[in-house]
């Protein structure tokens, strides 16, 4: 009986280990190189860690071909920035997302394929430029997503807050940055700062906030971005 108990619990840990979801994160740069990438990737791996996920992490965009994203659940741009795929590898990213895989961008992800308009519409906008750190009052547009249900309202954050160009009109605004707040915006009332959406098959995730190596020691900021890659990973807290 005993031996037979071992031998279930093996075969449900493998049955575990097995359909525990895989999720890539991506952090190569041809542009500005964050010092927050490192932390980033560490902060995400923990999340992974306590929260059943499992994650890999690469700076080679020759993973960007059919086999290569095959296995993942998920895939992050981290602080990515500049031409980071070449035409082949960013017509497999697509099919992937046709396909229905998910993506999240996080801070310089905006910074990023400018010239690739396709990636333009999944990422939702594009950086235009930015004003020094500070802290700024962070409204919560949606305080019903896994990201941001946890925040106050207004939420009160320091970082480096991107402008935007060519805001997708079909975003689902979480977060928008109170100009009156701080110095330097450049969107007025209508500033998103973290969205969703559902876009040509597949699902994604924005957060513009992850630019400082103290943000991935922030409870609430690891909190915002567990709850996008669990929105994403279509998981619920």
Same mark, same amino acid.
């Given at each position: 009986?005993?031996? !037979? %108990?071992? #031998?279930? /619990? &093996? ?7 097995? =359909?525990?979801?895989?999720? !890539?994160?991506?952090? @190569? ?23 059943? /996920? ?9 993973? /960007? ?12 741009? !981290?602080?990515?920035?500049? +031409?980071? !795929? ?5 017509? =497999? ?10 993506? &999240?961008?996080? $801070? &310089? ?8 308009? *396709? ?16 802290? &700024? ?5 949606? +305080?019903?997503?896994? =990201?941001?249900? $946890?925040? @106050?309202?207004? *939420?009160? $954050? ?11 009109? +079909? %975003?689902?605004? %979480? ?39 103290? #943000?991935? =020691? ?5 909190? $915002? %971005? ?7 990973? @279509?998981?619920?807290?």
């Amino acid at each position: 009986m005993k031996h !037979l %108990l071992i #031998a279930i /619990f &093996a075969l449900q840990l493998l049955v575990s280990c097995k =359909s525990q979801e895989h999720v !890539l994160v991506f952090s @190569k740069t041809e542009g500005f190189r964050h010092k927050s990438i490192e932390p980033g990737v560490a902060t995400v791996q923990k999340l992974g860690e306590e929260n059943h /996920f499992k994650v890999t992490h690469t700076e080679n965009s020759n993973v /960007f071909s059919k086999k290569g994203l095959k296995p993942f659940d998920l895939v992050i741009f !981290l602080n990515t920035t500049g +031409d980071v !795929l070449n035409a082949e590898q960013e017509e =497999s990213f697509k099919k992937y997302i046709n396909n229905g895989g998910s993506f &999240a961008g996080v $801070h &310089a992800a905006t910074d990023t394929e400018f010239e690739w308009p *396709w990636y333009g519409k999944l990422v939702g906008a594009y950086f235009l430029n930015h004003p020094k750190q500070c802290e &700024a009052h962070i409204n919560v547009v949606n +305080d019903r997503h896994e =990201s941001t249900k $946890h925040l @106050k309202n207004p *939420w009160v $954050h320091f970082d480096e807050w991107y402008n935007f160009k060519n805001i997708s009109p +079909d %975003l689902e605004v %979480l977060l928008t940055l109170d100009e009156s707040s701080y110095e330097g915006g450049k969107n007025g009332d209508y500033h998103p700062i973290s969205w969703c959406q559902e876009y040509d098959g597949g699902r994604m995730f924005y957060t513009g906030l992850g630019h400082t190596v103290k #943000a991935y =020691s922030n409870p609430e900021f690891k909190q $915002h %971005l567990l709850g996008g890659i669990l929105y994403c990973l @279509k998981r619920k807290q």
